[in-house]
């Protein structure tokens, strides 16, 4: 059995003073999270006498209660205990599975192993991260952002640093970039295959003995980026999630945990509604939710695959389009007239 590692949250971790000793939270808090108002606005219904707890009429801020304990009233009316939703990110250490528990009669550690959070909620990991990839994973009892961060509907993208082994060529890179068909499983069943969709590839190193990538997927297969890579000659030696939509994995060693920035949260909320509503534009239109006039991936040079430093890669990116067809331009108003002459 893997050696379980000392859990322990980042000293002076953003979020951490919302919760106080023994279970507290602040009044605001707790009547935001249960649907009475905004916290703002939570602040004044307390400053104007509106509020009792226990019995007690409040005035004065800061005041905290503990959920579940704690009787609160707004204007004399009973307000159900809210359990506040907790954001955690983790760098999670490699042998570690992102689930509650393992499998009966195993003994691996798990993400929950590593994550003891003060107020004792009972959190669940975002997503699936491999058992020897590492990296972020985001933590939470929000089971409605937890959906919306996972369906596939919402595409929110997860990004990745992949160390392979040997000089990965161009046409790899091309191939990766395009898709690579992936077998789908079910029921213990290979049922065919389909490919994956389209990969944001950035070159950051290559030499002879090893090529290191930047992945950034809107899928979330099983063991995805390791399959692709496989599929194209080149096993991954090391692979770790440095983002989620607009988190990033920054100032966390390796299996510390620190709760999200307000600022961090209502980004990722503002990425789920951009990405819903994009889906929603494409479902209604029958489009891919692609701007119009908007390149698509490998058009011209924005699009194209971004090489050391940064800068988009030549090729054929910017190419005239030879289809059948393509960029012919209707007749001019003179042949027009003289067609409808000779009519």
Do not use: C
């Not at 108002?37 to 009429?57: C, D, F, H, P, Y």
């Not at 988190?247 to 961090?264: C, F, H, I, N, S």
């Amino acid at each position: 059995m893997a050696k379980k590692p000392q859990t322990r949250a980042r000293p002076g971790s953003p979020g951490t003073g919302e919760q106080e000793s023994g279970g507290r939270v602040r009044l605001q808090r707790f009547l935001a999270d249960a649907g009475v108002a905004s916290r703002r606005a939570s602040e004044l219904l307390i400053e104007e006498g509106r509020v009792k707890v226990n019995g007690k009429t409040v005035h004065d801020l800061p005041a905290f209660v503990r959920p579940g304990e704690d009787r609160v009233q707004v204007d004399g009316q009973p307000i159900a205990g809210s359990e506040r939703h907790v954001y955690v990110m983790l760098n999670k250490p490699g042998r570690t599975l992102s689930t509650v528990e393992d499998e009966p009669g195993a003994a691996r550690r798990t993400v929950l192993d590593l994550v003891e959070h003060p107020s004792g909620v009972r959190l669940y990991p975002v997503g699936r991260l491999d058992y020897d990839t590492r990296g972020l994973v985001l933590l939470t009892n929000d089971g409605e952002l937890a959906n919306r961060l996972t369906h596939p509907r919402f595409g929110v993208e997860k990004t990745y640093h992949a160390v392979v082994k040997g000089y990965l060529e161009e046409d790899a890179l091309a191939r990766l970039e395009k898709g690579i068909y992936l077998a789908e499983r079910r029921e213990g069943r290979t049922v065919g295959a389909t490919r994956a969709a389209h990969v944001g590839l950035k070159l950051i190193k290559r030499d002879r003995d090893r090529t290191v990538l930047e992945l950034t997927l809107k899928e979330g297969r099983n063991r995805q980026v390791r399959r692709m890579l496989a599929a194209v000659g080149s096993p991954v030696k090391k692979l770790e999630r440095v983002a989620m939509g607009p988190l990033q994995l920054k100032g966390l060693a390796v299996g510390e945990w620190r709760e999200l920035t307000r600022v961090e949260l209502q980004a990722l909320r503002r990425a789920v509604d951009k990405a819903g509503k994009a889906a929603g534009s494409a479902a209604l239109g029958g489009t891919t939710g692609r701007p119009k006039g908007a390149a698509g991936p490998g058009a011209g040079s924005a699009g194209g695959r971004a090489g050391p430093g940064g800068k988009p890669g030549a090729g054929k990116a910017g190419e005239p389009d030879r289809r059948r067809g393509a960029g012919r331009a209707g007749p001019t108003p003179r042949k027009a007239a003289r067609s409808e002459k000779r009519r």
